[in-house]
T-cell receptor, first 110, second 112 residues
Framework: GQNIDQPTEMTATEGAIVQINCTYQ??????LFWYQQHAGEAPTFLSY????GLEEKGRFSSFLSRSKGYSYLLLKELQMKDSASYLC???????????FGKGTRLSVIA | DAGITQSPRHKVTETGTPVTLRCHQT?????MYWYRQDPGHGLRLIHY???????DKGEVSDGYSVSRSKTEDFLLTLESATSSQTSVYFC???????????FGQGTRLTVV
């Protein structure tokens, strides 16, 4: 079976750093994806990891440890516009569909 | 981003009526997906397509059917809508390779 876990909600302060964790147990692994979804909008792609380590893209970074079934999304210099849900998704096989966790709702407060 | 258009964007329908949602893409992506998103459940896969006339079931396929007669269009049909199918439906597409999926703007369906 598939199990992808993320915290349901998080709150952080503007200008701070926040780390959103994702753990997964899947029958196979061919990549982990992070998406951002603002309320009432479509998910948009943020980052992709298939090898262990850190991928940095501006204020956002994503880390993967395949042996631990663990990833995190790191958001630096938080802005109010970062208030959104963050979705962790895993691809189990070469061309299989993404399987999503339930998402983490992040609220950025002043 | 892929040009993905979902129609309609909003629909209210009565229990027992058939409903068809359309996803149209202009990027010639091979793969197309239908997900539903509900509070407490996240995005769940309904059906997907890996080419024209090639489709497969996802996690929550009961009560839904799909068709893909050409690359650019992927139709989702609720044969007889039920209140449990009230949801936001997202179409997504992906090109070949281990790549990200792009999402349409969603269709909010209410079954009364």
């Amino acid at each position: 079976g598939q199990n992808i876990d993320q915290p349901t909600e998080m709150t952080a302060t503007e200008g701070a750093i926040v780390q959103i964790n994702c753990t997964y147990q899947t029958s196979g692994f061919n990549g982990l994806f992070w998406y951002q979804q603002h309320a009432g909008e479509a998910p948009t792609f943020l980052s992709y990891n298939v090898l262990d380590g850190l991928e940095e893209k501006g204020r956002f970074s994503s880390f993967l440890s395949r042996s631990k079934g663990y990833s995190y999304l790191l958001l630096k210099e938080l802005q109010m516009k970062d208030s959104a849900s963050y979705l962790c998704a895993v691809r189990e096989g070469g061309n299989t569909p993404l399987v999503f966790g339930k998402g983490t709702r992040l609220s950025v407060i002043a | 981003d892929a040009g993905i258009t979902q129609s309609p964007r909003h629909k209210v329908t009565e229990t027992g009526t058939p409903v068809t949602l359309r996803c149209h893409q202009t990027e010639n992506h091979r793969y197309m997906y239908w997900y539903r998103q509900d509070p407490g459940h996240g995005l769940r896969l309904i059906h997907y397509s890996y080419g024209v006339k090639d489709t497969d079931k996802g996690e929550v396929s009961d009560g839904y059917s799909v068709s893909r007669s050409k690359t650019e269009d992927f139709l989702l049909t609720l044969e007889s809508a039920t209140s449990s199918q009230t949801s936001v439906y997202f179409c997504a597409t992906r090109r070949d390779g281990n790549t990200e999926a792009f999402f349409g703007q969603g269709t909010r369906l209410t079954v009364v």
